[in-house]
């Protein structure tokens, strides 16, 4: 299944004052919107945008679709799921633009949720005390049982929301109203009081202050695994089957350079190894493909609050040559762990003959993981 975000920058924005739109102001030395952006990296992305900003938006040069926004939000987000249709979205989130914090704890939980409900979003409980008022008095109270403060990004299964946005006459407040129109249940889950909505110009102060105060959490770990030769007509390396005059042996189909990175996914969360989550003695995981490893593994870790910085894979080998592969086994790497190519590497190198893969009775690999908290 293929998740997608939809990033809202078409509105205006101007009660946060400065002469853009909100969505565009500088924070932490980039537009408010690239924050925004760069919590769905790895998933394909579409930014909708008023004509006006077209030129921000192109000049931000980033794997994103750009499509025009509507006269309203709904209208907005309307377009950028038509334009996701057809490419095979299985799942869509959709986020405001001027929400620049948004963790990849929150973004795990609403796709997650997804698993059992047509919809899901994010929200805090109200715990303040709430007045109704007038002319600047207090003219009553409102009970605050039951009631939740919206957040981004909301989630939907692509094909439901598409076809609650179609028969949708016009504007709402936001598309969890969209979706509860066409009868569509939505759940909520945890939201975060980072993952605020910058609104007033008193809103940035706030945010540079959080990004200042956030303090950098980096996790490295390393995987190493190797797999001997058995007879076969190719080997599965990174998530792509090179042709080779043997196969390896393994209790799953023995990609010996996922189950290292996956391995060093796991040491940099101090999580063990592939054998303690999925246990070789278990015969549902004889002949398994690797990914279903790599994706658990890529899964804790945002659940965790975390995201991959970078990592690298080394083949150890004589033969097959790795080289004519190695940029499809990046592109591999990268869709399943769902993140920007450029921070997916693997090369391979040769142990001189030396060795059992050195005499070729066999592949190793390593791997570097490195993790940041979000």
Known sequence: MTTAAIITAAGRGLRAGGDLPKQWQMLAGQPVVAHALAAFAGMPRVLTVHPDDQALAEALRLDIKIVPGGATRSASVKNALEALAGQGISKVLIHDGARPMVSAAVIARVIEALDQAAGAAPALPVSDALWRGA??????????????????????RYDAILAAHRAHPGDAADDVAVARA?????????GDEDNLKLTFPDDFARAEAILRGRRMDLRVGNGFDVHAFCDGDGVWLCGVKVPHGKALLG??????????????????????????????SDPQWKGAESHIFLRHAMRLARAKGFELANCDVTLICERPKVGPHAEAMRAALAAILQVDLERVSVKATTSERLGFTGREEGIAAMATAALVRT
């Open 135 to 156: 002319d600047g008095r207090v003219t009553g109270t409102q009970d605050r049982s039951g009631l939740y403060r919206a957040q981004t990004p909301q989630g939907f």
């Open 182 to 190: 066409a009868g569509l249940d939505v759940t909520i889950v945890a």
């Open 251 to 280: 209790h799953s189909d023995a990609d010996v350079g996922m189950h290292a990175l996956t391995d060093a996914i796991y040491g940099a969360l101090a999580e063990g190894d592939i054998g303690r989550h999925f246990p070789p």
